[in-house]
């Protein structure tokens, strides 16, 4: 059965310590950059980055945004993120609880990101969540995940079934799309791996 968000927030927050050493695999560090230069944001946007956990994206993008927010559902991630953004004297980046459906922010958002996130939550919820996020009407989304471009197999290593749920690449773009935005790039990173930008159609 799949995970609550309370269970995933909860399972992030037991490993949000560790998480910096675990995670850096080929396709996982490929999709990160992926949408960090895809997100190629200008000194005065505000980027928001959904399910940010330890902050690669948001800090990722900093130097170059005017200020970036970092939304999750975990305490403990988001509590490694803060003391990252403490360390380094990084002061444009805000870290706060929030998720996809409901990103909690009051501010204009000019680009959303997200890495290896949105998977978590099932088709229809991620068609929400993209609803949601286009709600925002920022001038970029850059969704990088993973997501499948071929017929998907449970063998291969980037997901686990019982926590994660992808999506195929095209019922993403076609989340996007029914939502007013064009897909304007796509990259796959592997077959299971890809990062998806859209701009509004219009
Ligand atoms: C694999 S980590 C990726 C973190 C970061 N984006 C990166 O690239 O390293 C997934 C993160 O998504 C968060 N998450 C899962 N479901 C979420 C949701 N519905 N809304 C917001 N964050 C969520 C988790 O708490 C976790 O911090």
Redesign the pocket.
């Known amino acids: 059965m799949k995970k609550s ?1 309370d269970e ?2 909860e399972r ?1 927050s037991d490993s949000a310590a560790d ?1 910096d050493e675990q ?1 850096y695999s080929p396709e ?1 560090r490929a999709a ?1 950059d992926l ?1 960090v230069a895809h997100a190629d944001p200008e000194a005065a946007d505000t980027v928001l ?9 948001a800090f990722g993008v900093a130097d170059d945004a005017g200020r970036v927010i970092g ?4 305490d403990g ?1 988001l509590e490694e993120a803060r003391t990252k953004a403490a360390d380094r004297g990084v002061e444009t980046v805000e870290f706060g609880a ?4 409901a990103p909690a922010v009051d501010a204009d958002i000019d680009i959303v990101t ?5 998977h ?2 099932g088709d229809e919820e991620k068609r929400e ?1 993209i609803s949601a996020i286009a709600a925002l009407e920022p001038r970029r989304i850059v969704l ?1 995940d993973v997501m499948f471009f071929g017929a998907p197999n449970p063998d291969e290593p980037f997901y686990n079934p019982e926590v994660d749920d992808p999506a195929t690449a095209g019922v993403l773009a076609d989340a996007f799309t029914d939502e007013g935005y064009a897909i304007t790039a796509v990259e796959m990173v592997a077959e299971q791996v890809g990062v998806l930008v859209a701009e509004p159609n219009r």
């Open positions: 968000l995933h927030a992030f998480y995670q996982y990160a949408v980055d959904l399910g940010t956990g330890t902050g690669a994206i939304r999750d559902i975990s991630m929030g998720r996809f459906r997200s890495n290896f996130a949105m978590h939550l969540a990088g």
